[in-house]
């Protein structure tokens, strides 16, 4: 048996500035710009000299030295005896924290313990799993070899059985929607022959060789949109391969530098492998499992029920804050660095204007502020009346071009979130169970303010509050009549079709919120913040 030898890993991160260019607040990044100027790499892989690890080119492994034999006796000696006293306990530990392709797909297909198509995944085996209207999954084990020429996975086999020879896949979570869909292309997994007469339709020969599983995904579709990065992508493979103890090398159809770069700090903490562009890497990659697609559970969301080790949507938020804590520990060094300066050279920053209490003792507010559509026009007298009404306001403009990590730290820190239903409102994931969330629900848009974020708000353990704005605090009101359906109907005019709901309610519309009403969910907010703190016991002095 060819034995490969084992070698420590180490993840390095790299920051390498123009000669002679001070330390300054930079953004992680995996690609680098061309040209000249700063060059910034996210990762990579150290593994030393050996050969056989996962992302390392194939090669012939070294002879066993005597040190090796004898571990490998001693080891030996220390299975048989665990497994004559609890076998059933110790072949658990091998195949849960292994991380190996065994563990993998037997974990991944069983979907938690729920029986499904592919339960039961065999050694030279195909199987998809078609049940969900959501998204289609497929997996396969054996001699798998990635071939991008032909959009395919390549299944080596010796088995002469016509079952399962190819299965085809669009590895993405929005299968009903078929305009979408037809966007994302298509791979193949496929039998073949370990040699054949026929050039074309051997075997390709590995350049890469990995012993973890591949995750096959794509990041096409409606990536764009923050609330279907996280909703399509980045919680869906949390729910499948969160249990792979980051033993797994995720394989990306329409791969994007940009979302490699905003979403690396997350992807690092599910694999500790670098990620494979799938149409531009033309090596041929080897693997001993493929799982193609992703798992989804609904909105914004992960059910502990249907995860093989039960974990939820706490479990994903506490995923957040080991990936961020780096990056947070940094800009709040470089924030502590930026004020010593300052003092140095004297300089005194504009007085605040007083408040009733020192802003320690105030709970934090943050009002997400919109561009474009569905603006609070009268945005600065609600922050002036939150701060009356006792918060601590702070309010964030994030665009495509905010780094995620500086949304995450400021709402991380909040007690209180303020915003018009939208994407952005995505972003309640990056608050602390126990806190506020306060939706303002626009005319017409009652249904999905509730369904993609209210519902999954309260889930994550937040206090949810839907403002259902009046006609009156519309900007609709300023267009059309008193008594027209559009402000008295919306759910009439919304059987007119998607088109027409988007045109009319989320395309042109702004809010004014009325701030004798608006004051009163503030109030509540208080309240409710004021009362946790009273019940929190006093950290130790």
């Known amino acids: ?107 991944a297909a069983r979907g938690g313990g729920v029986p499904g198509p592919c339960s039961a995944v065999g050694n030279d085996s195909l199987c998809c799993d078609r049940t969900s209207e959501r998204a289609d999954i497929c997996f396969a084990r054996g001699d798998l070899r990635m071939h991008s020429t032909s959009s395919s996975f390549l299944l080596v086999s010796g088995n002469n059985s016509t079952a399962a020879e190819e299965e085809r896949i669009r590895p993405y979570t929005r299968k009903w929607e078929a305009n979408v869909m037809a966007t994302i292309d298509e791979v193949r997994l496929r039998r073949v022959s370990p040699s054949s007469g026929d050039a074309a339709a051997a075997a390709p020969k590995c350049d890469v060789r990995h012993d973890v599983p591949a995750l096959l995904f794509s990041t096409g579709g409606y990536t764009g949109n923050v609330y279907h990065e996280f909703n399509d992508g980045i919680l869906p493979l949390f729910v499948t391969a969160g249990h792979l103890r980051r033993r797994v090398v995720l394989v990306i159809l329409e791969y994007h530098d940009w979302w490699i770069t905003k979403y690396g700090d997350v992807v690092s903490q599910l694999s500790e ?12 990659h080897c693997f001993p499992e493929v799982i193609a697609g992703l798992r989804i559970h ?42 010593r300066k300052r003092h140095r050279r004297g300089v005194v920053l504009p007085r605040a204007p007083p408040r009733r209490a020192a802003s320690g003792d105030r709970p934090r507010l943050v009002i997400v502020s919109r561009t474009g559509s569905r603006v609070i026009e009268n945005e600065a007298e609600v922050a002036a009346m939150a701060g009356d009404v006792g918060f601590d306001v702070r309010v964030i403009r994030p665009d495509r071009t905010t780094e995620l990590c500086k949304i995450y730290k400021e709402l991380n820190a909040s007690d209180a979130m303020v915003g018009v239903h939208g994407a952005a409102m995505t972003h309640f994931l990056f608050m602390r169970p126990g806190k506020v969330f306060i939706q303002v629900v626009p005319l017409g848009t009652d249904w999905a303010a509730g369904a ?25 009101s300023r267009e059309y009549p008193t008594g027209d359906p559009v402000l008295t109907d919306p759910a009439g005019v919304a059987q007119r079709g998607w088109d027409v709901t988007k045109k009319v309610y989320l395309d042109r519309q702004n809010v004014r919120l009325d701030l004798a009403r608006f004051r009163e969910e503030l109030v509540r907010a208080h309240q409710y913040l004021a009362a946790g703190r009273r019940r929190r016991p006093r950290a130790p002095e």
């Open 298 to 339: 609904g909105e914004l969301t992960v059910d502990p029920a249907r995860t093989p080790e039960g974990r939820g949507i706490a479990d994903f938020r506490r995923l957040l804050d080991d990936a961020y804590r780096g990056r947070i520990e940094f800009l709040d060094r470089l924030e502590r660095r930026a004020a």
């Open 452 to 476: 993609y974020y209210g519902e999954p708000a309260a889930r994550l353990g937040l206090r949810y509050v839907g403002y259902k704005i009046l006609p009156e605090e519309s900007s609709l």
């Open 273 to 284: 492998f670098p990620p494979v562009d799938f149409t531009a890497d033309r090596r041929v």
């Open 1 to 107: 048996m060819v034995q490969q030898q084992q070698q420590q890993q180490h993840r390095i991160y790299i920051l390498q500035f123009r000669k002679g260019e001070p330390e300054q607040e930079v953004a992680c990044k995996v690609s680098q710009p061309k040209g000249s100027g700063r060059r910034v790499m996210y990762y990579y892989q150290d593994y030393g000299g050996g050969g056989g690890k996962s992302g390392k080119p194939a090669q012939s492994a070294r002879g066993l030295s005597l040190r090796r034999i004898l571990a490998m006796l001693f080891f030996s000696f220390l299975c048989v005896g665990t497994l004559l006293v609890a076998p059933v306990s110790f072949l658990s530990f091998v195949h849960t924290d292994d991380g190996g392709a065994e563990a993998a797909a037997a974990t």
